[in-house]
C-alpha cells in the first residue's frame, strides 16, 4: 500500500468491485504525504515540547475544561476580540523560525530559485507576484489575526558533496531519510549550514515558547522553537529525488546543535527542532517554481499540537482535503486549504455556539463569519461523542482548494459540513497520531451523500461531501440516509432538517430538530409511528410534519403478559395524527398490564399461594401490583431447600409484588444426615489409607471439604468424601468436616467434627537388625520408612536407625525402671529383713 518501503505514506487501493474500480485505480496516483516513519522504523516527529506544542497542549486542556463547565464566554473571548493574553483559551502570539536553504556542490546556483524570493513565500505581507498569500498571511486569515509568523531565509548553503552523495545514501532507488547512514549525511548538512549561519545569526531570536510571548526572555526553554530546513529538488511527497518532507529533531539522529547564543542565565542556546520541505513546486509539485506553502504549513500545524487527519495506516482518506492537517495542504499548494472545525476549535481560532435547543440557525462561512456551532450528543454518551458544524464556503485561502478539482471528483464546492468528534479517540490515539485510523475516527466527516468514500479512500472529498451537495440532501436524522449516529450505531438524538444555502458562498440555514420518543409505559408494548412499528420510537423529524400514532387495544404475550390501552399522554385516540411543534412532542402509551407467575416444583414438596392462583406450569396471568404470599410446603419427612429464580432465598414463605413475568423454582429434599458414628478407623503411620465417608438424604451427591482444623501430613479429603494418603505423623488429629448437597443457590449443608488416630507400625527388632545386614527383605517397607523417619532420616533404613531404635528402647526401659528409692529397693529392703 506504500510507494516506498515503511515510511512513504501513499494512499492505498480499495478493495472494491463494479463502478468504483475505476476510482479505486486512480486512488492510488494521488499525491503521497509527508515521511512519518523510515524504513528501519524510525519515528519522525517533533518532540513532545517542541514548537509550541506544550503551549497548545495547555490551550487545549483549558477549552475542553470550558466547554465542559459551559463557559462560552471564557471560551470566545479570544476569537470574539482577535486579540489573546497568555494563558488565554487561544494558541495566539508570534512564532518566530528561521528557513535555512539547503543546496549541493554540484547544483549551480543559477539553477535553483533566488534566496530572498523565500521571504516573500514565508514571512512578508505581500506574496510573490501572482500567488494569493505567503505562509505569514495565510496563518493570519486562518487564525482570524491571532497568530503572525516572522522569520528570515537565510542562504543557499551547499554542502561539502554532490547530491548523490547525500540522496542515494540509501540507494538510487530509496529515500535518504531511510537509512542511518543518510540520516547522518543530512545531519552533517544541516549542522553545516547552521554552522554557516551562527556567526551572524542571532538563534536567541526564535525561542519564544515562553507565556511573556518574548523572545529568549527567561521563561523560554532555551531551544529554537523550530528551524524550516529547505532543499533545492523535487521531494519525495512530489515523488522526486529529494528528502521527503518530515519533521523530527536533532535529539532523534545524534543531538542537538549547540549555537553561540545564550540565554539571560547563561546557558546556550539549541537547535533541535525542524522540518524538512522542499524549496520547489508551487501550486502543484511544479519542478523549477519556487515551492508553494502547504507542505510547510502542515508541519507547522503539528508545531502547534494538531494530529494528522488523515488516515496514517493507510487505510483511508481521514478527512480528505476537507482541513489543512488531512490533505488540503496539496490540491493547490500556494492557497492550501484551511483548518476544519475541529483544530480551529481546539487552537481557540473560532467562536464555538453550542445549540441546547430546536430552532431554526443560521451560520455564515467560517472564513468570514469565524463561527462553527456544537451540538453534543444525547445520553448516554461515554466516548464523550459531539458534533461540530461548519459552513465551509470557497473563501479565502478555501477558494483555490474547493475550485480546484482532482482529475476525476471535480470541484468540491462548499456547503454544510458535519463533524463527528469522539474524544475518547482523540485522547487515546492522539500521542500515536492515530486519531482517524481504525474503526472508530476521532474526527469524522458525516458524508451527505452517504458513500462514505473517504472512509473507504476512494477519494479525497467530493462534492456529495458537504450538505446538501451533488445530492440535494437536506435532511439528517435518524431515519435518513445518512444515518445521524454516534459510535456504535447509536441516534444521536437529534435531527437537522431544511438545510440550504441563502446566497451563493453565503450563509447555510437548518433547523435543528429534537429527538421525538414515542413509547409505550411497559417494555414490552410497542408503538406503531407511520404505519411502522417499533419498541420504541426515537428520531427528530422536522417541525410542522405530522405522523400517525396508534397502539394494539390489546397486545398479547401468551402466558408472559398482556396489555390492555388506556390512553396516550396526549389525550388522543388509540389511533391519532400528532403534529410535532418543536417543543417536547414525545408520547406515552398507558397500557395496563397483567404478568404470568409460574411456580415450578423440585423434589419431594409443593407450593401453595395467597391469594390463591395457578402457579403450575404454564402458569397464570395476574394484575400488576399485586401482593402474593407463596408458602413452601415440604411432605412429610422431607425439608425445603431454598427459592431459585427472581431471588433466592431460604425462607418457606415468600412475598412477591408482581411487576413483571415471574418464574419461581422451590426446592425440596429428604435432610442431610449422617451416620451414627461418623470418626473412620485408625490409621497406621506410613501405610495407605482409605476410608469413604457417607452421609445419606439431599439430592444424593455429596461434596466433602476440610472446614477447620488439619488432617496428618500425607492425608488429604477428597471432594467425592475419601480420605486418603499415606499418614507420616502419629497422634489424635481432630478435625471439623463440611458436607453439602444439591447445585448452587439450592445447596443443603452440614458440618460436624470428626477424629482420626495415626498408629505406629509393628516393628520386629530382631528382624530390623537382620534387615540391615541382609539384602533379602524381613520387615515391610512402611516399618522401614517409620525406622528411619525414627532414626537418622537420611531416606535410606541402615544401621544407624536401628542403632536410634536400640536406643529408643534402652532409653524407654531406663524410664520405666524405678529410681533408686523407688519400689525396688523397697523390695531389697523388705527381703533383707526377711532374712
Known amino acids: 500500500m506504500r510507494q516506498m518501503p515503511g515510511f512513504s505514506r501513499v494512499l492505498p487501493a480499495v478493495l472494491v468491485t463494479g463502478s468504483l474500480a475505476a476510482a479505486a485505480t486512480a486512488h492510488t496516483q494521488e499525491r503521497p504525504f509527508e515521511l512519518l516513519r523510515t524504513a528501519d522504523g524510525l519515528v519522525l516527529d517533533y518532540p513532545a515540547a517542541g514548537v509550541w506544542r506544550a503551549r497548545s497542549r495547555r490551550v487545549a486542556e483549558l477549552r475542553a475544561r470550558l466547554r465542559r463547565e459551559g463557559r462560552s464566554e471564557q471560551l470566545n473571548r479570544p476569537a470574539l476580540s482577535r486579540a489573546a493574553v497568555g494563558g488565554d483559551a487561544a494558541v495566539s502570539g508570534t512564532l518566530r523560525f528561521p528557513t535555512v536553504l539547503l543546496s549541493f556542490a554540484d547544483l549551480p ?32 486569515e486562518m487564525s482570524n489575526g491571532l497568530l503572525t509568523l516572522e522569520g528570515k531565509a537565510y542562504g543557499w548553503f551547499a554542502g561539502d558533496s554532490a547530491s548523490t552523495y547525500y540522496l542515494d545514501a540509501c540507494g538510487t532507488t530509496r529515500n535518504a531519510v531511510d537509512c542511518s547512514q543518510g540520516r547522518v549525511r543530512m545531519r552533517v548538512l544541516f549542522a553545516s549550514a547552521l554552522t554557516r549561519m551562527d556567526p551572524t545569526v542571532d538563534f536567541g531570536q526564535y525561542d519564544n515558547d515562553g507565556p511573556d510571548g518574548l523572545p529568549n526572555s527567561g521563561d523560554d526553554d532555551g531551544v529554537v522553537d523550530v528551524v524550516q530546513f529547505v532543499h533545492p529538488l523535487m521531494g519525495g511527497e512530489c515523488r522526486g529525488r529529494g528528502f521527503w518532507a518530515h519533521k523530527s529533531s536533532f535529539d532523534a539522529q545524534g543531538s542537538r546543535y549547540r549555537t553561540g547564543e545564550t540565554g539571560p542565565g547563561g546557558t546556550p542556546i539549541y537547535v533541535n527542532t525542524f522540518h524538512v520541505v522542499s524549496g520547489v513546486g508551487a501550486a502543484s509539485c511544479s519542478d523549477g517554481l519556487v515551492m508553494g506553502i502547504g507542505t510547510a504549513s502542515h508541519e507547522l500545524g503539528h508545531g502547534l499540537g494538531l494530529p494528522d487527519l488523515y488516515d496514517t495506516l493507510g487505510d483511508g482518506e481521514g478527512i480528505g482535503e476537507w482541513g489543512l492537517m488531512g490533505s488540503a495542504g496539496y490540491r493547490s499548494g500556494t492557497s492550501p486549504g484551511h483548518f476544519e472545525a475541529w483544530s480551529k476549535e481546539r487552537l481557540g481560532w473560532v467562536v464555538v455556539r453550542e445549540l441546547t435547543g430546536p430552532g431554526s440557525y443560521s451560520l455564515g462561512p467560517v ?53 463527528l468528534i469522539d474524544s475518547v479517540k482523540v485522547v487515546e490515539s492522539g500521542p500515536f497520531n492515530l486519531v482517524n485510523a481504525g474503526v472508530i475516527e476521532g474526527v469524522w466527516l458525516v458524508q451527505a451523500d452517504g458513500l462514505r468514500e473517504l472512509g473507504a479512500g476512494v477519494n479525497r472529498g467530493d462534492a456529495g461531501d458537504p450538505f446538501p451537495g451533488t445530492t440535494g440532501n437536506s435532511a439528517l436524522s435518524g431515519s435518513t440516509h445518512p444515518f445521524n449516529f454516534v459510535w456504535p450505531d447509536l441516534f ?25 420518543v414515542v413509547r409505550a409505559n411497559k417494555p414490552e408494548g410497542a408503538v406503531s409511528v407511520d404505519g411502522a412499528w417499533h419498541d420504541r420510537y426515537w428520531d427528530a423529524p422536522d417541525s410542522g410534519t405530522t405522523h400517525t400514532v396508534s397502539v394494539d387495544a390489546i397486545a398479547d404475550g401468551g402466558y408472559e403478559w398482556r396489555l390492555e390501552f388506556a390512553r396516550w399522554s396526549d389525550g388522543g385516540a388509540q389511533t391519532h395524527d400528532v403534529t410535532l411543534t418543536g417543543a417536547d412532542d414525545s408520547l406515552v402509551a398507558q397500557m395496563t398490564a397483567h404478568y404470568g407467575i409460574t411456580v415450578d416444583v423440585d423434589g419431594p414438596g409443593s407450593v401453595a399461594s395467597l391469594p390463591p392462583v395457578r402457579l403450575a406450569s404454564p402458569g397464570t396471568l395476574v394484575p400488576e401490583s399485586t401482593a402474593l404470599r407463596l408458602i413452601a410446603l415440604p411432605d412429610a419427612g422431607k425439608q425445603f431447600v431454598t427459592w431459585r429464580g427472581e431471588v433466592f432465598s431460604r425462607s418457606d414463605t415468600l412475598h412477591w409484588t408482581i411487576a413483571r413475568p ?66 507420616r505423623q502419629l497422634g489424635v488429629f481432630n478435625v471439623t468436616v463440611a458436607v453439602t448437597s444439591g447445585p448452587f443457590g439450592s445447596v443443603q449443608s452440614l458440618t460436624f467434627p470428626l477424629t482420626l488416630r495415626v498408629d505406629p507400625p509393628a516393628v520386629d527388632l530382631p528382624a530390623s537388625v537382620a534387615q540391615v545386614f541382609s539384602a533379602d527383605t524381613l520387615i515391610p517397607r512402611a516399618a522401614q520408612l517409620y525406622l528411619d523417619f525414627l532414626g537418622n532420616q537420611n531416606n535410606y533404613f541402615d544401621l544407624g536407625d536401628v542403632a536410634a531404635l536400640v536406643e529408643r528402647q534402652r532409653a524407654a526401659a531406663a524410664a520405666a525402671e524405678p529410681s533408686p528409692g523407688g519400689q525396688a529397693a523397697a523390695r531389697g529392703r523388705g527381703k533383707e529383713r526377711t532374712r
Open 109 to 140: 546556483v543559477d539553477q535553483i530559485p533566488p534566496a530572498g524570493a523565500y521571504d516573500s513565500v514565508m514571512y512578508t505581507s505581500q506574496p510573490l507576484s501572482g500567488r494569493p498569500y505567503t505562509m505569514r498571511t495565510f496563518y493570519e
Open 367 to 419: 472564513v468570514t463569519a469565524d463561527t462553527v456551532f456544537l451540538i453534543r450528543a444525547a445520553n448516554p454518551n461515554p466516548r464523550g461523542q459531539y458534533f461540530l458544524l461548519e459552513n465551509k464556503q470557497p473563501l479565502g485561502a478555501d477558494t483555490a482548494n474547493l475550485l480546484t478539482g482532482s482529475s476525476r471528483t471535480g470541484p468540491k464546492q462548499g456547503g454544510l459540513l458535519v463533524w
Open 662 to 727: 415471574t418464574h419461581f423454582w422451590a426446592d425440596f429434599a429428604p435432610p442431610l444426615a449422617l451416620p451414627l458414628s461418623p470418626d473412620p478407623p485408625p490409621a497406621t503411620w506410613g501405610v495407605t489409607y482409605r476410608h469413604q465417608l457417607a452421609a445419606t438424604g439431599g439430592r444424593g451427591s455429596y461434596v466433602w471439604r476440610v472446614a477447620a482444623g488439619n488432617l496428618p501430613t500425607g492425608m488429604t479429603l477428597s471432594f467425592d468424601g475419601e480420605l486418603v494418603g499415606a499418614p
Open 492 to 516: 444521536a438524538g437529534f435531527g437537522l432538517h431544511r438545510i440550504r444555502q441563502l446566497v451563493p458562498n453565503g450563509p447555510m440555514a437548518f433547523y435543528v430538530a429534537s429527538g421525538w
